[in-house]
């Protein structure tokens, strides 16, 4: 069968199983709703004495208590840690206050950490996860799209330091990611858009035909229709779990996924966590990272590059960055300094990820000259 077509017979009733391979820390990915998809997800929970649900202010109302009814039976005790939400608190005082009631209720080492809530608490929770007694395990329950398309598959976990995104972390993987479709349906318009950014980027970086089955059903993934949405999230999991099982841990390959965030990161931390969601700003780090390909001299033509601003805008996504600084010249530098410490630099040298023709990512090492050429004409001239 093509990848690239949906599933249209008995949809509702079919669970997506996407396997992580990865030796002893394989692991599904479930894609579905309702009852059969718990039913389903149930023969995956890993065996603990208790389990603790991990989410925030926003989406524990929201999603807690049937999540909460469907571990009952599984584990002797189930609680619930709500966080703050947002961006901002993807920090080491809101981690500590995860450990801070773990140890206060005596929790062991076989507890089973559920991360219930987008990419945030996903990484946080993975993080603690990672860390709590040296390692307990736990499973991605991930209500956004960015997180049931991306941040939930593959153990990226980390936190965020002042001085750049993602700094402090662990590459740990789930037991389990079950991604329940129903969740998206109460999520905000702009936080919606930022997880198409991210299923936007698979077709450059790895499937064209991807991208082109996007272009032509944006208008109902915009709509939020279930065929589309669990078609694209299926996809986008394949994806991801092709690069991930080849590269667990970004020795190379897994660096492709990276595309559009060495700006992207930048955008965040410049502009203030959660000011920019980061769906947003890996839009338009993406334009830039093509923009900067196209510089490069590799094969991608200005026909690529305005489709991809076309889908992105479509998706509601911003394809401008922002200034970040008074002039042009000084944002420029600010852009610079940001990404320095990104995690792909070498050696002090810019390395980003650019595409050597649509459909295919490769990561090259770029002199601070040429990167500041990209910015000057590209922060100066609104969609250059
Ligand atoms: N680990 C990885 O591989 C990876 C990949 C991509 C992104 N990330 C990280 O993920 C984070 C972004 O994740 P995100 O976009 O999910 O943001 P988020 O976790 O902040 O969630 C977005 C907003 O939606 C709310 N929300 C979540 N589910 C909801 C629901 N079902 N209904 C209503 N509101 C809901 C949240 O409370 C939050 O306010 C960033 O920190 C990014 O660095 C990690
Ligand atoms: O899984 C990966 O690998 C990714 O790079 C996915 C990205 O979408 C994600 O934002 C990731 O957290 C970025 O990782 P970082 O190592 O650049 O912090
Ligand atoms: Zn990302």
Known sequence: MNPSTPQTSAAD???????????????????????ALWQQAQAHFPAGSSAYIVSNERVAPLLAQALRQRLQPHYAKVETIVLPDGEVHKNWQVLNQIFDVLLAQGADR?????????????????????????GVPFVQVPTTLLAQVDSSVGGKTAINHPLGKNMIGAFYQPRLVVCDLDTLQTLPAAEYSAGLAEVIKYGPIYDMAFFDWLQEHMPELMARRTDALRHAIRRSCEIKAAVVSADETEAGLREILNFGHTFGHAIEAGMGYGQWLHGHAVAAGMVLATALSQRLGLAVQEDFAARLQALLQQARLPVQAPPLAADVAAGAQRYLELMRVDKKTQAGALRFVVLQQPGKAITQKVDDATVQALLLQALAQPGA
């Open 13 to 35: 009733a079919a669970i997506d199983l996407v396997p992580i391979a990865l030796g002893e820390r394989s692991y599904p990915i479930l894609i579905g709703q309702g009852q």
């Open 110 to 134: 076989k507890t089973v950490l559920y991360a219930l809530g987008g990419g945030v608490i996903g990484d946080m929770t993975g993080f603690a996860a990672a860390c709590y007694m040296r």
